[in-house]
């Protein structure tokens, strides 16, 4: 019975089996269904640790600029091949820079006839599967001490079986590594719950893994002040220790910041947008890409606006937050229910927080790209979830009594929330396993937006010194290992950036345009949008199709089309040109 702790085991055959399959789907995913990374974020933080394992510490080729107006502003004006990184946050880079060092031959992307994977991209994709099979080991551990076998293994078979959360953990997110630290971090506060007054050691670890969480992600704050919250109202009469659990990340915080003070003049440094974003009306992405450090005032009557369309939007597509998991969704109903045993109480209670602190933090935030976006926090959630979900469909199955034979009248909920999660995987995993095997390393990448292969010709048609703009720079930097400046929202700013980076002694040979600015729900859209200074650069590749110029300004230099990717239209029609590069003068390119 859930809530009432069970001394069943399951055959050692079983849980082989159980070990083989979900070792052969990491397997999968790795070496057959693999299409390289999809994560902004992790692509920039890839490329910042290749230049950690070249000896270049915490420098990056992303250059954004408020992260360079800020660094202007601190009476610091670097050279753009050797920018200091004061946006991402520290720990992926520092845990994937010593493999890419050991991998030192294979740092240069150079897509062969055999394969198009980036070997790095596939190393990262392995640290991730390997995060993703602890998050199913740690899990597993938490919801036997919390229910039973039966319970613990619906649980885990819900996971094992989620096709998102494979795709997540190798997109390079770094959400990915937040899963196992998250899932070692629920672990450790059931253990301290249950421990009783031996919880000290514990919870000091829990404050360490805290503060890993928050050197992962910026946005892991949230989950760190629930985790505290779960930590000072879970264990009454001992809320002292919430401080415990709170001073490492505060103190990890605090040694960042006085890093990052020191390279460019605040705390915060790049990453400062991304909190501001929670309280403007903006997002973080048009905030990043203005080339000032000023920012408008906050409107909180706007702020709650932007809150209630947020959550509107999020509550909308929760299931899919959520990872299509069926018993993640029962949590819900889990916490309207009252457990038998006060530790499973408080610690439900303790998780409830911690949801609703994500609730509030995305909410503020607002996620563009859905339950893809790379701030999401929510499926770091999803294995905590599915245990208290799955005990609770266990408990609604028993009191519908169901009609049928001994094993559907016990296991059916099983059945049920197994399938249901599984769904996703029985619809793609048959189609990308075909593709796989057949086409070996030439599996379709992530299109649109990203085709690494043909954006890294850009390395190949660039001279010495030359920096590029682009509308996706963590894609240009990563896979063709150049400096890229991000397209700012003003042409006003592009012209102030050229002439900063030409007094630097680096010259600007062009603009790359992927489907990243194209991308917009309206075609109006991009008209008003955060590119809407860009149509010129936007469309002419498309238009180019029909035999239509689009022509750009007059004073833009950059008219030279160089396609990257590009698709035919029709019968009578052209080339449609869907990635670009704009240039100012005609290039071949050089071994």
């Known amino acids: 019975m859930p809530g009432q702790p069970s001394h069943s085991s399951i055959g050692p055959l079983l849980r082989l089996a159980f070990y083989g399959l979900a070792v052969s789907l990491a397997l999968i995913h790795v070496f057959i269904t693999f ?104 899990t597993h551990g938490v919801a036997r001490r919390l229910f039973d076998e039966s319970v613990a293994g619906v649980t885990v078979l819900a996971l094992v079986f989620c096709e998102p959360l494979w795709e997540l953990s190798v997109s390079g997110s770094p959400v990915a590594l937040l899963l196992p630290l998250f899932a070692l971090a629920f672990r450790l506060y059931v253990s301290a719950v249950q421990g009783g007054q031996g919880s000290t050691p514990r919870l000091l670890a829990l404050g360490l893994v805290c503060a890993l969480m928050v050197l992962t992600q910026w946005m892991a704050v949230w989950l760190v002040l629930g985790l505290i919250l779960a930590v000072a109202m879970g264990l009454p009469g001992r809320r002292w220790q919430a401080a415990l659990v709170a001073a490492l990340p505060a103190a990890a915080l605090a040694l960042w910041g006085a890093w990052t003070m020191q390279r460019c003049g605040d705390p915060l440094g790049g990453a400062k947008t991304l909190f501001q974003a929670q309280l403007l009306g903006g997002d973080a992405q048009a905030l990043q890409r203005q080339f000032s450090v000023a920012m408008p005032p906050v409107a909180f009557d706007d702020l709650l606006r932007k809150l209630g369309l947020n959550w509107k939007e999020q509550f909308g597509s929760l299931y899919a937050h959520l990872g299509y998991v069926l018993p993640a969704l029962f949590f819900l109903a889990a916490l309207l229910h009252r457990f038998r045993r006060p530790e499973t109480q408080a610690i439900r209670f303790g998780l409830g927080l911690v949801f609703l602190c994500t609730l509030i933090g995305m909410g503020l935030l607002g996620l563009p790209d859905g339950a893809e976006d790379d701030a999401t926090l929510y499926p770091v959630l999803i294995p905590a979830m599915t245990a208290f979900g799955a005990a609770m469909m266990a408990l609604l199955w028993t009191r519908l009594q169901p009609a049928g034979g001994q094993l559907w009248s016990v296991r059916g909920y099983a059945v049920i929330a197994v399938a249901v999660s599984a769904l996703p995987m029985l619809v793609q995993m048959p189609t990308h396993l075909k593709m796989g095997l057949t086409m070996a390393g030439r599996f379709f990448p992530h299109w649109p937006p990203y085709v690494p292969e043909r954006v890294a010709v850009v390395r190949k048609l660039l001279e010495p010194g030359e920096v590029v703009f682009a509308d996706a720079p963590w894609f240009v930097a990563w896979y063709a290992d150049t400096p890229a400046v991000w397209l700012p929202n003003k042409r006003s700013d592009f012209t102030l950036m050229k002439d900063k980076l030409e007094a630097r002694e680096a010259k600007v040979a062009g603009v790359v345009v992927t489907p990243v600015s194209a991308r917009v729900n309206y075609l109006g859209d991009a008209f008003n949008g955060s590119y809407r200074e860009w149509p010129d650069l936007i469309f002419r590749g498309p238009m180019i199709a029909f035999d239509k110029e689009f022509l750009p300004r007059p004073d833009f230099p950059y008219n030279i089309a160089i396609p990257l990717l590009a698709v035919p239209v029709g019968e009578k029609e052209s080339l449609s040109l869907l990635m670009t590069f704009y240039t100012d003068k005609v290039r071949t390119p050089k071994d």
């Not at 920039?44 to 270049?56: F, L, N, P």
């Not at 107006?69 to 991402?88: E, F, N, S, V, Y």
Request: glycine share 6%; hydrophobic share 45%; with cysteine.
């Open 35 to 138: 299409r390289g990374l999809n994560s902004a974020d992790g692509m920039e933080q890839a490329q910042v640790a290749r230049e950690m394992a070249r000896g270049h510490f915490f420098q990056t080729k992303v250059i954004r600029p408020y992260a360079w107006a800020r660094l202007i502003d601190a009476g610091k004006d670097p050279l753009p091949a050797a920018m200091p990184d004061i946006t991402q946050a520290p720990l992926q880079p520092l845990l994937w820079a010593p493999i890419f060092k050991l991998l030192d031959r294979h740092q240069i992307y150079a897509p062969g006839k055999t394969s198009s994977i980036y070997l790095l991209d596939r190393a990262i994709a392995c640290i991730g599967v390997t995060g993703f099979l602890l998050t199913l080991l740690w």
